[in-house]
């Protein structure tokens, strides 16, 4: 099985989360193909190694299955993982005959599609979502994990080198702390309060840089209002490529982040984050958490991880992520 595709159609840091198991020793010298979701080829682009893909858009899927067929015809893999994708993938996968069709058994066109299908019960989270990605794609090769005893690996993103941006915005390397509060609401967050409370006490010693999209105005409206004129506090909300926050990222002091696929990118390009996790099963660091050589989490006390009240995020404690910051 010498061609690969690797099927992940999803948001950024799942994507991350998923990238990095193609690094495994037994996938070495083999042709290996991603098919992503459209607009994150940054993410391959900037990897080290750079992967070869295709993007497609889950939202024109017509045209999207047109253009995997089309793509499979040409590249004839041998065998195919779908990490996570709609109906139509597996579909194509079974009507382009690929020979070894793996995947997540669960919805129903895992079982008709898919000829080397795995049960995993995800929202345990008793694993990382790496791990879970790593046992599939062993169970696709039928490598037993015991034999291999591989760890999974971490994807590594290089930022592009831009004085020029950095420059531009008055920020100097290792001297600004980029606060990231916006997130899509797929778990608990840090009450908007403490994030002010942060900024207030780190802005003494550092330069403080919102980072964000429009997406993100939620949870960045009320910080921007409160720091209105304040030389200290830099906005670059909807202001940054993916690559130039790349360079922001990686020439930070650190990054506060909550559980979005920013907190992913930054620990993937090196940089010191300060990770805030909730304690909700599905939510916990256990399966989420950003795996890089400089990642501190900060969670909660409360040990219910399945009907935990929100206000449990207000155990976090600024001193906690003010004292990690200092010791950086």
Known sequence: ??????????????????????QVSFL???????????????????????????ELSKDDWKTSLQSLRSFLKDFKPDVAVSFQAPWWVSYALWAENVPVRAGVKSQWHSFLFLNRGLRQRRSQAVQHESDYNLDLLLHAFRVNEEITQEKTP????????NPE?????GLISGK??????????????????????????????????????????????????RFAGDAQVLSLQNQLKATELFTVLKNSK?????????AHM???????????????????????????????IFMPHSQDQDNVDPRCMDEISVEDLLKALSSL
């Open 176 to 225: 600004y702390v980029v606060v990231h509060p916006g997130m899509a609401g797929s778990a608990l967050n840090w009450p908007i309060a403490k994030y002010i409370e942060f900024i207030v006490e780190a802005k003494k010693n550092y330069q403080i840089v919102l980072t964000g999209t429009a997406a993100d105005e939620p949870w960045l409206k009320e910080i921007k209002e």
């Open 1 to 22: 099985m010498k061609k690969v595709l690797l099927i992940r159609l999803d948001k950024i840091g799942d994507l991350i989360c998923t990238m990095c198991v193609d």
């Open 28 to 54: 070495k010298d083999r042709d290996i193909q991603w098919v992503i979701s459209k607009g994150l080829g940054f993410v391959p682009d900037n990897a080290d190694p750079k992967r070869k893909y295709l």
């Open 165 to 169: 941006l950095l420059a531009k915005h």
């Open 154 to 161: 971490e994807l590594k993103l290089v930022a592009p080198m």
């Open 254 to 262: 650190a990054v506060v982040v909550p559980s979005t696929g920013v």
């Open 266 to 296: 930054a620990a993937s390009l090196g940089a010191n984050v300060l990770g805030i996790y909730s304690p909700v099963r599905v939510q916990h660091p256990r399966r989420w958490a950003a795996r890089g050589p400089h990642v501190r």
